[in-house]
C-alpha cells in the first residue's frame, strides 16, 4: 500500500512531534481511516519530506511522531509561471490541478474583457482559497514538495505590465513559428499566457505585443483554453524542462 503523503502548513524542521491539520485530520482520520501505528509521509513545502508515525488518532486529532527529514527535490529546471484567464465551472480547477503536476511554479489567475466569469468580492477570496487547496492536493498526489503560487487574482493588462525577465508567451493559432523552435530560456524562466474560451480581443492582442509578450502556435487545430494550457506547459517542460 502507498504511504499518504500529507502537506503540513508549518515548517517542520525542528520538530520531533506534531498535530496534523485540519483538513489533514479529516483526510487521515475520516477519508483513509487509519490508526495508530500507521505510516505517513509529511511535506512543509521546503521541499523536505519527513517520514512519520501515527502516535495517537482521534475525530479532531491526530498526532505524529517525525524521523529524520530527508531533501527530495522533485522540481523542474525550468521555471514557469502561468497566467491563466479564468474559465467557467470545473475547467478551471482543472487547469490548477494539472498544471501543478507539470510543474508550474505560479498561478495568476485573471481576467480579460471576454473571461464570462463574474465573480464579488466574497466569491473571489473563496475561489483563491479553494485553488490553493487544489494545488496542495496535485503536489500530494504527485510526489512534489514545493506548493505552487497561486496569486491573487488580476486584470489581464496589469499582469501583462508586471515588470519581468521571464521569456513572455502569448498562443495565438496564427503565429509564425512554435514551441519547439524558441532557441533561448533565460534563467528567470517563462511567463506563459492563456487567454480566455473566447480568445483574447485584437485589442489585447496589441497589448501584449506591446509589453513584448512573443506569439507562439501549438498547432493546426484551436484548442479549448484548459487543453491549450496544458498542451503549452507540456511542450516546454520537454523542451525545457524535465519530460521525456
Keep these: ?80 509561471h502561468l497566467g491563466q484567464v479564468i474559465s467557467r465551472g470545473e475547467r478551471m480547477e482543472f487547469t490548477i490541478q494539472k498544471s501543478v503536476e507539470l510543474g508550474v511554479n505560479v498561478i495568476t489567475p485573471l481576467w480579460s474583457v471576454r473571461c464570462g466569469v463574474k465573480l464579488d468580492a466574497e466569491r473571489i477570496e473563496k475561489k483563491i482559497q479553494q485553488w490553493r487547496k487544489i494545488a496542495i492536493a496535485a503536489c500530494e498526489q504527485c510526489g512534489r514538495n514545493r506548493i505552487p503560487e497561486i496569486r491573487p487574482m488580476m486584470k489581464l493588462t496589469d499582469w501583462c505590465a508586471e515588470p519581468s525577465e521571464m521569456l513572455k508567451l502569448n498562443l495565438h493559432p496564427r503565429a509564425e513559428f512554435g514551441i519547439s523552435r524558441l532557441r533561448h530560456i533565460p534563467p528567470q524562466g517563462v511567463r506563459l499566457l492563456i487567454g480566455s474560451e473566447g480568445g483574447l480581443s485584437p485589442q489585447e492582442i496589441e497589448m501584449t505585443e506591446r509589453q513584448h509578450f512573443q506569439s507562439v502556435l501549438l498547432g493546426k487545430r484551436i484548442l479549448r483554453t484548459e487543453t491549450a494550457a496544458l498542451t503549452a506547459i507540456t511542450a516546454l517542460q520537454v523542451c525545457f524542462g524535465d519530460l521525456g
Design 1 to 80: 500500500m502507498r504511504i499518504p503523503r500529507i502537506y503540513h502548513p508549518e515548517l517542520l524542521t525542528r520538530a520531533t512531534f506534531c498535530e496534523l491539520s485540519e483538513d489533514a485530520v479529516n483526510h487521515v482520520a475520516r477519508v483513509l481511516r487509519m490508526s495508530a501505528g500507521q505510516q505517513l509521509e509529511l511535506f512543509d513545502g521546503s521541499n523536505h519530506i519527513y517520514p512519520a508515525t501515527i502516535e495517537t488518532i482521534g475525530k479532531k486529532s491526530v498526532k505524529v511522531r517525525l524521523a529524520q527529514a530527508m531533501e527530495d527535490d522533485r522540481e523542474s529546471r525550468l521555471i514557469l
